[in-house]
C-alpha cells in the first residue's frame, strides 16, 4: 500500500534552517510529483512548493520564494524540503502529499502524517 | 492569485444533510477537489473531479459544482464527520495548486 513516511519533529531557533524527509513506498516513485504543504496552527493548508518526479523540475510559491529547497533522491524513494532563515510564523505542520504528474489538475491523492516544526527562541 | 472562499464554520445535527460551500471566480471552468481533516491527522480526498468519491469513503459524501459555487455534501450526517474540509483547485495562471479557507463542521 501506498506509505509516505515524514521525519520526526524539530525546534529550530529563528534564523535558523530546518529539513524535512519524506519517504514512499509502494507506488513508482517518479511516476508522481511530491508537493509540500504546511498548516499552521488553527489556520488552512498552505501549499508550498513541488517537485516533479519524472524530470525533477521544482516550483515554488512566491512567498517561499527565496526561502524553500526541494529535493528528490530517486535512488531512496525520498523527497526531502529545506525552509532557511526561520521565523516564528513558520511554526507548522508541514505535510508531503503526492499527484499523479500525468493527470490534468489532480488531487492530492495520499498525504504524509506531518511533521511539526516549532520556531523559538 | 486565486481566491478559494468557504465559510468558516457550520453546524449540523446528526442525521441532517451539511453542504459545504466554496466560491471562486470561474469555478465552473475548474475541476474540484475536497478534503476533510480530522484534529491531529492529514487531510484525506473525499471528493475529486467535482463529484467523484474514493472507493473508501461512503456514499454519504457527494461534490457538485453550479455557477461560482463548489458544494460538498454530506448526508446523514454522523459524530465522526466532524472535522475540518478544504476545497481545492488549481490556478490556471500559475499551475500551482490553492486551497480554500476550510470549514469546521461541527455535529450538534
Known amino acids: 500500500q501506498v506509505q509516505l513516511v515524514q521525519s520526526g519533529a524539530e525546534v529550530k531557533k529563528p534564523g535558523a534552517s530546518v529539513k524535512v524527509s519524506c519517504r514512499a513506498s509502494g507506488y513508482t516513485f517518479t511516476a508522481y510529483s511530491m508537493h509540500w504543504v504546511r498548516q499552521a496552527p488553527g489556520k488552512s493548508l498552505e501549499w508550498m512548493a513541488s517537485i516533479n518526479g519524472g524530470n525533477h523540475y521544482t516550483e515554488r510559491a512566491q512567498s517561499f520564494q527565496d526561502r524553500v529547497t526541494i529535493m528528490m533522491d530517486t535512488s531512496a524513494n525520498t523527497a526531502q524540503m529545506e525552509l532557511s532563515d526561520l521565523r516564528s510564523e513558520d511554526t507548522a505542520v508541514y505535510y508531503c502529499?503526492?499527484?499523479?504528474?500525468?493527470?490534468?489538475?489532480?488531487?492530492?491523492?495520499?498525504w504524509g502524517q506531518g511533521t511539526l516544526v516549532t520556531v523559538s527562541s | 492569485s486565486y481566491v478559494l472562499t468557504q465559510p468558516p464554520s457550520l453546524s449540523v445535527a446528526p442525521g441532517q444533510t451539511a453542504r459545504i460551500s466554496c466560491g471562486g471566480d470561474?469555478?465552473?471552468?475548474?475541476?474540484v477537489h475536497w478534503y476533510q481533516q480530522k484534529p491531529g491527522q492529514a487531510p484525506v480526498v473525499v471528493i475529486y473531479?467535482?463529484?467523484h468519491r474514493p472507493s473508501h469513503i461512503p456514499e454519504r459524501f457527494s461534490g457538485s459544482k453550479s455557477g461560482n459555487t463548489a458544494t460538498l455534501i454530506i448526508t446523514g450526517v454522523e459524530a465522526g464527520d466532524e472535522a475540518g474540509f478544504y476545497c481545492q483547485v488549481w490556478d490556471t495562471l500559475t499551475a500551482h495548486p490553492v486551497f480554500g479557507g476550510g470549514t469546521k463542521l461541527t455535529v450538534l
Open positions: 470561474n469555478i465552473g471552468s475548474k475541476s
Open positions: 502529499a503526492r499527484v499523479n504528474r500525468n493527470d490534468d489538475a489532480p488531487q492530492f491523492d495520499y
Open positions: 473531479y467535482d463529484s
